[in-house]
């Protein structure tokens, strides 16, 4: 297993006091902003290959030699947040918004940090997965942000914004602003279209189940429609237990419903 893969790795008590403290700090990452964080060689570069590998002196990394990690061309709000994981395995917001979760999601598969990358999906996943999401700006900024990547965690987040736009097709077909970006973002066209007729798949082959279950069972001798509630697979009952009807409750024996 690679280094960063798997669960994270157990914290000890007060390490969460070390994160951007001076005491023991043997490395420094900095910022474009120009802040400079103090940070743990025994802490970071056990949860991440990139920071492993850029402290490891025969790799000849200049990092490893003047003990400064220069990530000026990542956002310095994502370098940070990401930094505070390594020392809390979670992270902080200042409000609720979903491209910090997808851009730390995306930082996270570069760095090689599996538990914040799925940490940073689930809390991108429960934000645009809230009931009004898709109205307004956000699904666009969303759907814009995880096609503009190629990083492999890309592809997690894409299959919830498409699920969403889906899910809410027959407003967004009207919506000037997602017409737009679905003929700007070819793919997107494409993965909703798979979505719908995966959906539809999905459905026939429950009706199809239906149909074949429906042929195992009698009409309710009362109601004269339904199923009984109860296990479908009457082979594993006693010819004397009972089973209910789904809509009148009325009961009766395995061998009055079978057919």
């Known amino acids: 297993m690679a280094l960063g893969d798997g669960p994270p790795v157990r914290l000890s008590p007060g390490i969460s006091d070390l994160f951007d403290s001076p005491l023991y700090s043997d490395l420094k990452v900095r910022c474009k902003d120009g802040t400079v964080y103090n940070i743990h060689k025994s802490i970071v570069c056990s949860q991440s290959a990139f920071f492993a590998n850029a402290c490891q002196p025969e790799h000849g990394f200049k990092e490893s030699q003047d003990g400064i990690i220069d990530l000026t061309e990542e956002s310095s709000a994502v370098v940070g947040r990401l930094l505070e994981y390594f020392y809390r395995h979670n992270y902080t917001v200042e409000s609720c918004t979903f491209l910090i979760h997808a851009e730390l999601c995306a930082a996270a598969d570069f760095f090689q940090v599996s538990g914040l990358e799925t940490l940073a999906r689930e809390r991108f996943e429960a934000e645009v997965m809230r009931k009004d999401f898709w109205k307004g700006s956000r699904l666009r900024r969303a759907i814009e942000f995880t096609y503009s990547t190629a990083l492999s965690s890309s592809n997690r987040l894409r299959e919830c914004v498409v699920k969403v736009a889906s899910e809410h097709l027959d407003e967004l077909k009207d919506d000037k602003v997602f017409v737009e970006t679905s003929w700007n973002i070819s793919e997107l066209s494409l993965d909703v279209a798979e979505a719908l007729q995966k959906e539809l798949k999905q459905k026939k082959d429950k009706e199809t189940l239906d149909v074949a279950i429906m042929k195992r069972f009698n009409p309710c001798s009362d109601c004269s429609t339904h199923l009984p509630d109860g296990p479908c697979d ?24 079978q057919a």
Do not use: I, N
């Open 234 to 257: 009457l082979d594993d009952l006693d010819y004397d237990d009972k089973l209910y009807c789904w809509a009148c409750g009325h009961g009766e024996e395995v061998c009055q419903w």
